[in-house]
């Protein structure tokens, strides 16, 4: 199982939780199985051509990645953040 840090504006999707375990070799996996329990949660992390969208941030521990593809191992926490922006 893998941690998944959701964060306050996704926690509408999640019934206010804010941290849930699922199953997933990859971090694509973790979502997709995210997703099949809260329906439309990846579509906000995740763009058509399966990339991270801009305004948001995963991180596999300690360090950023863009790449869905990126391993996971039992017990890995994957944090989703989103971006500040403004001016």
């Keep these: 199982m893998v941690r998944v840090l959701i964060p306050s504006q996704l926690q509408s999707y999640t019934g206010g939780l804010s941290r849930l375990e699922v199953q ?45 593809g990126t391993a996971l191992r039992d017990g890995d926490e994957v944090l989703i953040f989103g971006a500040l922006s403004g001016g």
């Design 24 to 68: 997933g070799a990859t971090v694509d996996e973790a979502l997709r199985a995210l997703d099949r329990l809260y329906p439309g949660i990846r579509f906000r992390v995740i763009d058509e051509q399966d990339r991270v969208r801009r305004h948001m941030r995963l991180y596999v521990g300690p360090e950023r990645t863009l790449d869905i």
